[in-house]
């Protein structure tokens, strides 16, 4: 008997809403569903996608898994031990999510410490350098001597320092130039097969998820309109809102990995 993969994450029913800004004080409070009824499970090794345009509902959903923001209904579950050490994040600008005062060194164990994890840290540090392809020189440097796309490496290494099980990756190559996308989407790929990662993408681009996702999310509204194998839902979307945003996909060069 085949043995069932591991379900990671659960989400049943889950809707987040928030309040809009009053137009007066005695009129009443409206609310915007930002996300409605959404249900999944994610089976660790998986790469899944959610993908959808600004205002889909994909950016508070991906909160809501990290435990940023809590769902009004429905239930979300970490089904693993530790949701603050197993499950970290890569976000969309590297240029914000680094500490400019810090040393690229102190960037990438700033977790270790943080969580009190206790490791050789120089050879775990000159390790993930060599994982996101940095030599060991870029240790003693800072976050404004590197380009968009080292940036973003660095970002990586700092989320995979605490040895995560689950990687959310949020819109991880949207601020990058087209010329370097394809080599950090091309890294990430390497990274999920060598460090065994579970790997979550955020994303309002459908060439990006094919790159890199096994199953796919599409959602619209704060709903999930559309779910499947990637390449059954790029062969046959079976919603108009799919088949617009595969109309707008970009040429990407892809390698695959083995």
Known sequence: MTEQPETVFRVRGVSKRFALPRQAPWLPRRFVAAVEGV?????????????????????????LLLGLEKPDAGELRYLGRSLRREVQVVFQDPVSALDPRLSVADIILEPLRVMGLREPRESRLHELLQAVGLPRAASGRYPHEFSGGQRQRIAIARALAPRPRVLLADEPVSALDVSVRAQVLNLLLDLRRDFDLTLLLVSHDLGVVRHLCQRLLVMQSGRVVEAGE?????????????????????TLSQRRTA
Not at 39 to 59: A, C, N, P, Q, Y
Not at 230 to 250: D, E, N
């Open 39 to 63: 249900s999944f499970e994610v089976l660790r090794g998986e790469s899944l996608g959610i993908v959808g345009e600004s205002g889909s509902g994909k950016t508070t959903l991906l909160k």
């Open 230 to 250: 990637t390449p059954r839902v790029f062969a046959a979307p079976t919603q108009p809102y799919t088949q617009v945003l595969l109309a707008a996909i970009p």
